[in-house]
């Protein structure tokens, strides 16, 4: 029994050190020198740290810029996609109206859909819009998910009835009745939705690289997509880049980690 | 967003999804005022929904019909689109050998990554279930890659594949081996790839394991115990048994994800040496939005739409044989 701990203990370790040397590697690297990135044997720890590697960066490519960019899409995104799916998640879960049930399956079908399938089509609404290279191309076709309804109908759903019936003889609203019952009830998940839906825009990159085509809009995966092509070798400036995209959405990640924990096992979303 | 349909355990419990609910505060009310009440609540649901579904119908669900309409047209955006039925997918499934050389990449990706995945996944989410101690701290280990964006990860691989001063080959001169041309030929690109992949994914299937591990209940594994069961025959007829659904659940969820692969493999390697690791969502993006060949890329997705589409379906139903829920 304590052997096969042991062994478990052992995989467990090896596998860690395998998930966390290339981060390691990555934070390394963004601190050589030029003439540190290709030594051999490797060098870990440069010293002294070149610091001076990040502004940098900033100046070879407008990454504060991209930051800047991602965080306001990703912040909208989340705050839009929490108000109307936490809506229509009320509809669904608690107001009966004709059709709700065949309306609600569409939602669910759709969860089923491949999102690139519907990437042309976007794209193409987008360009008569007028939206292309706009926040509004980045926010607006990614605000109104499927997915955020249907797993806070699921976390409604487990509301006791009782609540909301003693609010309307108290002669509250519908809208009462979800802002001041529902919603403060349903704190996790909203919060695993709202964690969810700002790690996916935080990383997300075909439907950006789609729809920008200037630095005043590029997202900062789709910066660091064009700093590849342009600085191909110059690895300590590619991974000070990287670390930019990285750290930000770990340490929301450490601090909020059983949300994530959460979110995934009750419902299988992913940031694949 | 990734979305992907709700995990079997779940969905057992919420049975009744799609039963309607009580209106509030809908009992014991007069069958007049309960009339008026309805139509009440009918108009607050439809005022609820609307902000949403308005967004919803015009980004998600109309646009799947839509593709496959521009699938059946010849259209440059530049020119008048020209209706040409059918004749997008004839010359894509039958007259297009990138297209097979791409199927068959893509296919190469799914089996190399699902299997694999779920075999190391499984064992290390026994080996986090057997050792308490530690718990949260190594399943937040693992997890770091599976937050951590596709793009980003794909930066870092880059360079430990670089052939003469990353990691990986450098690690392999120390140990007296040479070094692998991992991104520069066409034969290691795609297990370059694949190993990428299943580093970024092996976090979350491992969660989901160890939620459906914790699932089973201990007071089996003591009965069998007592009925003098060893370790491998409790691992083969417990264990493996009520996984069932949770690895049910995983394989079905990373075939779907591994057939849409896209950002890993074009910042790794963008699709190259040639085409040897080109995929079909990076020929839907190459078709589309840099030949503007609207039509033919239209038809790549809904082609796409439809394999992942048959392989849930077959998974389903093949599933009775192997997966008994409780």
Redesign the interface.
């Known amino acids: 029994m304590s052997a096969?701990?042991a062994?478990?203990?052992l995989?467990?370790v090896i596998?860690?050190i395998?998930?966390?040397?290339?981060?390691v590697?990555?934070v390394s690297?963004s601190l050589k020198p030029d003439s540190e990135?290709?030594?051999?044997?490797?060098i870990w720890l440069p010293s002294p740290p070149m610091w001076e590697n990040y502004p940098k960066v900033l100046e070879l490519l407008p990454f504060r810029r991209y930051l800047i960019n991602t965080t306001f899409v990703a912040t909208t995104v989340t705050i839009l996609e929490v108000?109307?799916?936490s809506?229509?998640a009320?509809?669904?879960?608690?107001?009966?109206?004709?059709g709700?049930?065949r309306?609600?399956?569409?939602?669910?079908g759709?969860?089923?859909?491949?999102?690139?399938?519907?990437?042309?089509?976007?794209?193409?609404?987008m360009?008569w819009f007028g939206w292309t290279n706009t926040y509004l191309a980045l926010i607006?076709?990614?605000?109104?998910?499927?997915?955020g309804?249907?797993l806070l109908r699921?976390f409604f759903?487990s509301i006791p009835?009782e609540l909301?019936?003693a609010a309307?003889?108290d002669g509250c609203g519908?809208?009462g009745?979800?802002r001041h019952i529902v919603m403060p009830l349903s704190g996790p998940g909203i919060a695993t939705l709202a964690i969810?839906?700002f790690?996916?825009?935080?990383?997300?990159?075909?439907w950006p690289l789609?729809v920008t085509n200037s630095d005043n809009y590029r997202t900062l995966?789709v910066g660091?997509?064009y700093f590849?092509g342009e600085f191909a070798t110059q690895?300590n400036y590619?991974?000070a880049?990287?670390v930019m995209?990285?750290v930000p959405?770990?340490l929301v990640?450490?601090c909020l980690?059983r949300y994530?924990?959460r979110g995934?096992?009750?419902?299988?979303?992913?940031?694949? | 967003?990734?979305?992907?349909?709700?995990?079997p355990i779940?969905r057992r419990r919420?049975g009744r999804?799609?039963v309607?609910?009580?209106?509030?505060?809908a009992?014991a009310v007069p069958v007049r005022r309960q009339r008026s009440l309805?139509t009440q609540?009918?108009?607050?649901?439809?005022a609820?929904?609307l902000?949403?579904?308005?967004?919803?119908l015009?980004?998600?669900?109309?646009?799947?019909l839509?593709?496959f309409a521009?699938s059946t047209l010849d259209w440059d955006?530049i020119r008048t689109p020209t209706f040409v039925g059918i004749q997008n997918y004839e010359q894509l499934l039958l007259e297009d050998p990138l297209f097979r050389r791409i199927l068959l990449n893509t296919g190469y990706y799914v089996v190399g990554t699902v299997p694999a995945g779920i075999v190391l996944s499984l064992?290390?989410a026994?080996?986090?279930n057997?050792?308490i101690r530690?718990i949260?701290f190594?399943?937040?280990?693992?997890?770091?890659?599976?937050?951590?964006?596709?793009?980003?990860v794909a930066?870092?691989?880059?360079?430990?594949f670089?052939s003469?001063?990353g990691?990986i080959n450098?690690g392999l001169f120390?140990l007296g081996l040479p070094g692998i041309p991992w991104l520069s030929s066409s034969a290691w690109a795609m297990p370059a790839v694949i190993l990428m992949a299943t580093?970024?994914?092996?976090?979350?299937n491992m969660?989901?394991y160890?939620?459906g591990l914790q699932g089973i209940p201990p007071s089996l594994y003591e009965a069998a115990s007592i009925d003098g069961a060893n370790?491998r025959t409790r691992f083969r007829h417990i264990t493996l048994p009520l996984l069932a659904p949770t690895t049910f659940?995983i394989l079905v969820?990373s075939m779907?994800?591994s057939?849409?692969v896209?950002?890993l493999a074009?910042?790794l390697t963008g699709g190259g040496p040639g085409v040897s690791t080109n995929t079909i969502?990076m020929y839907?993006?190459n078709q589309?939005?840099q030949f503007f060949h609207?039509g033919y890329?239209?038809a790549v997705?809904?082609v796409?739409?439809a394999i992942?589409?048959m392989v849930?379906a077959l998974q389903w139903a093949i599933q009775r044989r192997w997966v008994h829920y409780e």
């Open positions: 096969r701990r062994l478990a203990y995989g467990l596998g860690s395998a998930m966390l040397l290339p981060f590697w990555m690297t990135v290709f030594a051999y044997p490797p108000v109307t799916s809506l229509a009320y509809a669904f879960a608690r107001l009966p109206f004709p709700r049930d309306l609600f399956l569409l939602y669910l759709t969860l089923m859909v491949p999102g690139q399938v519907t990437i042309i089509p976007n794209f193409l609404v360009s607006i076709p990614a605000a109104f998910t499927a997915f309804t249907f699921q759903l009835v909301e019936q309307r003889i519908y809208f009745i979800y969810f839906a790690m996916t825009q935080w990383n997300a990159f075909l789609i995966t660091l997509s590849r690895f590619l991974m880049g990287t995209n990285v959405i770990l990640f450490v980690q994530f924990v995934i096992a009750l419902t299988g979303i992913t940031g694949r | 967003m990734e979305v992907l349909p709700p995990m779940q919420s999804m799609s309607g609910t009580r209106p509030v505060g009992s309805r609540a009918a108009i607050a649901g439809y609820f929904l902000p949403n579904i308005v967004g919803f015009v980004f998600s669900s109309i646009p799947v839509a593709t521009i955006m064992l290390l026994l080996a986090l057997s050792s530690g949260t190594f399943r937040a280990v693992f997890f770091v890659p599976v937050i951590t964006s596709a793009v980003a930066m870092i691989w880059r360079w430990l670089n003469d001063y990691l450098v120390a580093w970024k994914h092996l976090g979350y969660v989901i160890l939620a370790a659940f969820i779907i994800t057939f849409q896209f950002d074009f910042i969502v839907v993006y589309a939005f609207m890329a239209a997705a809904w796409l739409f992942v589409f849930t």
